[in-house]
Structures are given as structure tokens and as C-alpha cells.
């Protein structure tokens, strides 16, 4: 598989739009002006620029990510014992380019999405000061806009790979978050439609392996400070 790559621009693209001042703030923190959201887009859609650009921002951030780490290791077992393969991976992005490489595989992230409630009227005090009985709900347009993504061609019209871009925000990854690219699995998305709760899209989750993220987990891990613990 050829490595991947992240242009600064399409990181720079995805940072400012999620920021814009334009875009409703998650209405789960509304005091925080700072709150960056969470924004997908296809390489072939970055790639012609900030003007022409579509990308996916979510009105409700992911509930939760649970992120995977397998290493490149097996046991074989033999008449004398076990014996112990490893097959590091070299210039790669989990070795920061470097030919050392590193034991871990791509990572898997179990990602799942909420949308909030779908329902008419919902965010009356937000989207709109007058009749909202029929004003579409945007977590709701998150969830086709996120099918939509799903269903585009995984490679663009001149066959290079059409990526999924996420930035990615969250505490663990500092102020600044991380981008990630890559491709959703083969199992694609599910969710339930439940009556016990028909206000909001249930157990809407789908898994994304990455093949490159900026900042690299290598860097990640060796810019990390830690911090110290008082003794008395």
C-alpha cells in the first residue's frame, strides 16, 4: 500500500472552517467560544480550494472514540516452543517517516456519533425567532450528509485514493486536535431508529482506519512533557 500523505492546506482548510465564527457553536457548549467541532471532507473536495470546498461539520461531536492499537507481531507455534515475528513498519507515518519504523499497525477507531434531537422545534431559541415547526434540524443533515460522505468514490476522477479527512478535537490531543486520513471499514455505518427514544438517531457508530494523522503518534509521544507530581 503507498503511503499517504496530509498537504498543509488541506489541514489548514479543515482548521478554519471548523473555527469559523460563522458556524453555530455546539449547542452543548454555548459558553465556549473557543469549542472547535468536529469536520470530515474528501480529498477531491479539499482539493480545489477553501472557495469550492465541502466539508461536514458536526452540530454534536462524536459521544465516543475508542481507539484501537494492534501491534505487528505474531506467535507461531513450533515443536521446540514459540518463535516471535515482527514486522515493523517503515517510512510510514506511525514512524515519522523514519526508517526505523514502528510496531504499531494502523489505527481502528470505533467511532459514535450523536445527533442530537431531531425533532422539529428542538433548537427553537437557536435557529430561528419565529414559526421553526418545519426548520430541518442540523445533527439530523450531520446523519445523511455522513451517508452521503460514505457513498462517494474512494478514488477521485484521476485515480489517486479520495481519503476521508476528520479533524479531530478532543482534550487528549491538546487545543489544537489532530487530522486524520483514511477510509472507513468495509462493515460501512449502522444505527437504530428506537421508539423508546425517537427523538435522536440511536447507535449511529461506523470504524475508521487511519493511514496518517499530523501531528504522528511518534511525535505526539516524544513532545509529551510530563508533569510533576507534588511530593509534599
Not at 500500500?1 to 465564527?21: D, F, G, H, V, Y
Not at 506467535?75 to 515482527?86: D, L
Not at 478535537?169 to 487545543?175: A, D, N, V
Not at 486536535?177 to 449502522?190: D, K, R, S
Request: glycine share 10%; proline share 5%.
Amino acid at each position: 500500500m503507498a503511503e499517504s500523505t496530509i498537504t498543509p492546506q488541506q489541514t489548514n482548510l479543515l482548521k478554519r472552517s471548523s473555527s469559523s465564527r460563522g458556524v453555530l457553536l455546539n449547542h452543548r457548549h454555548q459558553q465556549s467560544t473557543r469549542a472547535t467541532r468536529w469536520a470530515m471532507s474528501r480529498s477531491d473536495n479539499m482539493n480545489i480550494g477553501s472557495s469550492g470546498a465541502s466539508a461536514m461539520f458536526f452540530w454534536v461531536n462524536p459521544s465516543e472514540c475508542q481507539w484501537k492499537l494492534a501491534t505487528r507481531t505474531s506467535i507461531e507455534k513450533i515443536s521446540g516452543g514459540v518463535v516471535h515475528h515482527e514486522w515493523p513498519q517503515t517510512g510510514m507515518y506511525m514512524g515519522n517517516n523514519s526508517f526505523l519504523g514502528s510496531r504499531y499497525d494502523q489505527p481502528l477507531l470505533s467511532l459514535s456519533f450523536q445527533t442530537g434531537i431531531i425533532t422539529a422545534g428542538g433548537y427553537d431559541d437557536i435557529l430561528s425567532e419565529g414559526n421553526n415547526e418545519t426548520s430541518p434540524q442540523p445533527g439530523l443533515g450531520n446523519f445523511f450528509d455522513f451517508l452521503d460522505l460514505l457513498d462517494r468514490p474512494d478514488t477521485t476522477s484521476s485515480g489517486a485514493p479520495n481519503y476521508i479527512h476528520i479533524l479531530y478535537s478532543s482534550p487528549l490531543f491538546g487545543q489544537r486536535g489532530i487530522y486524520l486520513q483514511g477510509f472507513f471499514t468495509e462493515e460501512g455505518v449502522a444505527w437504530t431508529d428506537s421508539a423508546e427514544n425517537p427523538n435522536q438517531i440511536n447507535s449511529w457508530g461506523a470504524t475508521f482506519m487511519v493511514f496518517n494523522m499530523q501531528p504522528s503518534l511518534k511525535q505526539l509521544m516524544n513532545n509529551f512533557e510530563l508533569i510533576g507530581i507534588p511530593t509534599a
